[in-house]
C-alpha cells in the first residue's frame, strides 16, 4: 500500500481528571436482559456513575480555541494508550475550525472522516492533532487520499477508525470502510470492508492499509484488549437496518494482529471465520470491554439509538455475558441531538472505576454548524463496589 506522512497540527488545553459529585445509580435500574449463563467468581457491582465534566470542558476548550484546519469536533473517540503513558484519540468524521466565538461553525468549515489527537503522560494536556493532506488541505488520517481502496471496495468511499492497539512498536488501527448506498439519509451508507492502518511511532507516520477479516459483515476492532499473549478483537454483525446488532469475537496472537485470527464459536475457538457465533445481541454500533477486579465489563447502548447506557459482566473476554443493567441515562439526547457509540477508557483511571465516553449527534447537520458542542464526546466515571 502506498504510505502518506501524517499532518501535524499543534494545540493545547488543559485536561483534568476531576469529577463532579457522584451519583448512584437509581435503585429502578434493573437488568434488561441476560447473557448466555452465569459469571463465576466476584462480580464488579457498578454503585455510582458520576459525569465527568472536567473532561467535557477540557475538549470544549480544545475545539474551541483551535486555528484554521485544527480540530472542532468529531464522534469516534477511541483511546490507543501508546509507550510512555500517551495515548492516540481517534476520531471519525471530524469537523474542522475555526470555532466561531458562539460554538457555531461557518458554512465552510473542513470536514474529514477520520483523525487522531495525541495526549501527553497521563492525559493532563491535549495537544497534537493529526490528519492527512497537508497543513493548508487537511484530509482524512486514513483515506483515499493516502490510500488505495481495498479489493472489492466501491468508490466513492471513506474510512471510519475503531479502536487502536500498540504491538511490537508500532499502533495499529482498525478502519471500517464504507460507501454510499440508496437508503435515505442520514444513514445512506453501508459497510463494504474492513481493513488494519499500521503507523509508526512516536510520530504516527501512516506505513500501510491492509484488508483484513470481516467484508461487510461484521465490523472488527470496535474494542481491543489484550491479555496474555493473546490480543482480543471484537465486533459488531448488524441486522437489518438499525436492529439486532451482535457481539463477536476473535483473538491473534501478539505480533499476528494481520492474521491469521481465531474466532469465538461460543463454545470454543476455529480458524474459520464463518464459525464466528454471536456472544451477545442487542448492542450498538460500538460497544466498550474493559477488564475489572479481575471480570470484564461491556458497556453499550441498545441497537436502535435509544440513549440508555447499560452494563453487562462476564468471567473471560469471550463470556458468557450477563446482567444489561441500566445505568445512565445521557441527559443530551432529545429532538433530533442522538446519542450513540460508548467507549471505555481505563487508563484514565486506577482500580474499582471507569472512564465511558459516548458520542452526540444530531440527525439534522444544521444543529451541528449552529452548536459544533452537539458533536463533542461526553464523559462519564463509573465507580463499582470492590469485590
Known sequence: MRSRHAVVIVASAALSLGMAAAGAIPAAASPRGTGAGPADGPVPVATSVTPDTSLDQAWRQY?????????????????????????AWLFNDT??????????????????????????????????????????????LVGPTNSPPTPGGTAPYWYWNTDGIVDQGHLYVFEQENGPTDSPPPFDFGQTGMSIAKFSLPGMHLESVTPTYGGADVSWGVQLLREGPWIYIYG????????????????ARTGHLLGPWQFATGSGWSADPAASAPLLGNVGSSYGVARVDGQYVLATTDSFLDPQIYLYTAPT????????????NPPEAGGNI??????????????????????????????????INNNRARFITVSFARP
Not at 236 to 251: F, M, N
Not at 317 to 328: H, K, L, N, S, V
Not at 342 to 363: D, I, Q, R
Open 95 to 140: 469537523f474542522l475550525g475555526p470555532v466561531n466565538a458562539d460554538e457555531s461553525l461557518p458554512s465552510t468549515a473542513g470536514f474529514i472522516h477520520n483523525s487522531a489527537v495525541l495526549t501527553d503522560p497521563r492525559a493532563t494536556r491535549i495537544g497534537t492533532f493529526i490528519t492527512g493532506g497537508t497543513r493548508q488541505d487537511p484530509q482524512s
Open 236 to 251: 459488531v454483525e448488524s441486522g437489518s437496518g438499525l436492529a439486532g446488532k451482535e457481539v463477536h469475537l476473535a483473538r
Open 63 to 87: 475545539g474551541d480555541s483551535g486555528g484554521p484546519g485544527s480540530w472542532a469536533g468529531a464522534d469516534g473517540t477511541y483511546s490507543a494508550p501508546l509507550p510512555g503513558g500517551h495515548d
Open 317 to 328: 473476554p469471550a463470556g458468557p455475558f450477563t446482567g444489561g443493567t441500566e445505568i445512565y
Open 338 to 371: 442522538y446519542t450513540y457509540n460508548v467507549a471505555v477508557h481505563p487508563e484514565l483511571t486506577g482500580p474499582g472505576k471507569l472512564v465511558l465516553s459516548y458520542n452526540v449527534n444530531s440527525f439534522s447537520a444544521a444543529d451541528l454548524y449552529a452548536n
